[in-house]
């Protein structure tokens, strides 16, 4: 490229400075290439340490639930719950053991027919056994539909949803 200046001086000016700018220039571009790769790595490696985060301690709240409906599966008046009335001292088990494991915001225990026959809500701490004229069949429910697949002291593991009682979300 052969620039033509009537200006010997501006003609040497630009000669000198549109190289220069070149190289400025494309020395700028590399650093922002390498600084926005930087970025992007540091990104994605806080994203990747909140996943693995993330993942431990939901691996751990299941543990503690798997860890808990283990319990509840060998809890010794199990037989009375599904044949007659649960013992005092098996509901208070039950009630202390959903306040102060704090794992499971309702257990229902369900015969085979998918009918509750024991229920125990959390309520915010105050666990309360259901009423027996407010125990639901939950035959048609997923979870339950998915369990009677199960064999003896496998667990089933539901998406999250939301809970549904007397066919209305629970807010």
Do not use: W
Request: proline share 2%.
């Amino acid at each position: 490229m052969k620039i033509v200046c009537q200006r010997q001086t501006l003609c040497y000016a630009v000669k000198l400075f549109l190289p220069l700018a070149l190289v400025l220039v494309l020395a700028a571009y590399a650093v922002h290439i390498v600084e926005e790769r930087r970025r992007v790595k540091l990104t994605l490696d806080h994203a990747t340490s909140e996943v693995d985060s993330g993942t431990r301690l939901i691996t751990s709240e299941l543990q503690g639930a798997i860890s808990g409906l283990l319990y509840l599966s060998n809890f010794s008046e199990m037989e009375r719950i599904f044949y007659s009335k649960l013992s005092r001292e098996g509901t208070n088990s039950l009630l202390h053991f959903i306040k102060t494991s704090g794992l499971f915001d309702q257990i229902r225990f369900l015969d085979n027919r998918g009918m509750e026959v024991l229920r125990i809500n959390y309520n915010q701490g105050k666990p309360a056994l259901v009423p027996e004229d407010q125990l639901q069949n939950k035959a048609s429910r997923y979870y339950f539909i998915e369990s009677t697949k199960l064999d003896d002291g496998q667990i089933f593991v539901s998406p999250l949803d939301l809970n549904v009682e007397h066919g209305k979300v629970e807010l």
